[in-house]
């Protein structure tokens, strides 16, 4: 009963953070205007709840991989195998049914996006070879590539010559031209392996007894959300966006957590994780018909994925259709996401 109480708070936590993430995809789809401006409060956190989706989601693949390679008498090698050919499947996965289902695109290689399933399956990778070093070398890794990460920020790609492509790969979200095509990295590589390596690193905390798991956890889960606070106030490290005094309290906030997500700075990842890391231990608690609801998507995130993707796609193509707002625009461009749509486009942001 144990291990599956164990199980349950994990798909759980995912499912939850899935749920955020196809509001967020939703909103993309079916609301005209991008969340970004600080006075518009609602907006603004539509977006912003969704920034704990990518982090929890790779935290939670680290210890469920840790909990797959620790059961039934599998060897290192065996999880290491698993490891690698999942990563690689998935990242195939993200450039031809997830890319099908954002866009509905199938022979036009004119555009291409790395997006979260491919920092989950480049994670998986590192992690199929990191997982033979010693828990404490994974776990240097994990903080080294965490908190180190910003100190490159100044590193500009046009300065590096030749080596420039592989830093926008590990480490810039930018637009590369491949020939005739062009591929949007969203996610470089960096640091998104350090993340699923802490979720591994964790794993451990699921074979001890509930009690000495959950006071790990939430105490580890406050005490980096106050460092993220305290970090945050001093503007000195951990984020390449400075906060400032806005013209109303609440706008202070919104820019206080207004944190880079592309690649995700230290704050960001604090902001996000402290918090998943107290809803972890706090879930296990959690039983009920919407726990369970949540819980069933968790088990089965990849579906939940790339089902949602389509499925969004074509309600919004049938709505901009009917409400004749440029239907083939939407059905096969990317006005939903680089923000031309025009302004009376959809519905409005209860209704999304």
Not at 174 to 199: H, R, V
Request: aromatic share 16%; net charge positive.
């Amino acid at each position: 009963m144990e291990k599956k109480a164990r199980i349950d708070s994990i798909d759980l936590l995912r499912g939850i953070v899935i749920v955020f993430m196809a509001l967020d995809h939703t909103r993309s789809y079916f609301h005209a205007r991008i969340p970004g401006d600080l006075t518009e409060t609602a907006l603004f956190m539509t977006r912003w709840i969704t920034h704990f989706c990518a982090p929890t989601f790779v935290l939670l693949a680290g210890l469920s991989s840790y909990l797959y390679g620790s059961s039934k008498g599998r060897s290192k090698k065996d999880l290491s195998r698993f490891l690698l050919t999942r990563g690689f499947w998935i990242i195939l996965m993200e450039l031809t049914i997830v890319r099908f289902g954002w866009f509905f695109l199938i022979f036009d290689a004119s555009y291409f996006q790395l997006q979260v399933m491919w920092a989950i399956g480049i994670s998986m990778i590192c992690m199929a070879a990191l997982i033979h070093l010693p828990l404490k070398a994974i776990a240097a890794f994990s903080l080294i590539l965490i908190f180190g990460h910003d100190f490159f920020d100044f590193i500009q790609t046009e300065t590096l010559g030749r080596a420039a492509l592989i830093w926008n790969f590990l480490h810039e979200h930018t637009i590369l031209e491949m020939g005739a095509g062009k591929i949007e990295i969203y996610y470089p590589i960096i640091p998104w392996p350090g993340i699923m390596a802490l979720g591994y690193v964790i794993g451990p905390l699921f074979k001890q007894e509930p009690a000495v798991r959950r006071r790990f956890l939430i105490r580890a889960g406050a005490a980096i959300t106050a460092g993220f606070v305290l970090l945050r106030l001093t503007n000195l490290y951990g984020d390449p966006g400075l906060w400032s005094v806005q013209g109303s309290f609440l706008a202070t906030l919104l820019s206080f957590i207004n944190c880079e997500k592309y690649p995700p700075s230290l704050l960001f990842l604090m902001m996000t994780l402290g918090p998943a890391l107290i809803l972890l231990a706090l879930l296990e608690s959690m039983k009920g018909r919407f726990a369970g609801i949540f819980t069933t998507f968790g088990r089965v995130p990849f579906l939940f994925y790339i089902v949602h993707l389509p499925f969004i796609h074509i309600i919004a193509g049938a709505l901009a259709w009917v409400r004749g707002a440029y239907f083939m625009e939407i059905m096969f461009n990317r006005v939903f996401i680089d923000g031309s749509k025009p302004l009376d486009y959809g519905v409005g942001l209860l209704t999304t």
